[in-house]
């Protein structure tokens, strides 16, 4: 999976809904997810204040939540501070991966 931004700061800024970016990071990692499992999905929903992610991989599935001030913190710490988290999550409730990947090199700062 090769997902290439030339500056994703720069995305950010012309990003005017905190919802959007999430669901653009969401998407980023239900394909990398569907590398390792092409039944893989990850989704995200919103209600008030509260982000709720579920993946499904491997017959498996996960659901966790983030209040939106804590996503936009984790944003403004660096382009791939909010992706590094939520796979950091995904590897929390035991689903495994290899950073083998363009995309998981640069959220791992292994680019």
Same mark, same amino acid.
């Given at each position: ?38 039944? $893989? ?13 579920? $993946?499904?991989?491997?017959?498996? =599935?996960?659901?966790? =939540? ?10 403004s710490k660096g382009d791939y ?29 292994? $680019?």
């Open positions: 999976m090769q997902v290439k931004f030339t500056s994703r700061e720069q995305f950010l800024k012309q990003v005017k809904d905190i919802k959007e970016w999430v669901v653009l990071v969401c998407e980023c990692i239900e394909r990398q997810l569907q590398e390792f499992d092409k039944n $893989a999905t990850f989704t995200v929903s919103n209600i008030q204040n509260l982000f709720l992610f579920t $993946a499904k991989i491997y017959k498996e =599935s996960i659901t966790f =939540s983030l209040p939106e001030d804590q996503v936009k913190q984790l944003i501070s909010f992706d590094q988290y939520l796979w950091d999550k995904i590897q929390e409730y035991g689903i495994h991966f290899q950073l083998n990947s363009p995309y998981l090199k640069t959220v791992y700062g292994l $680019a």
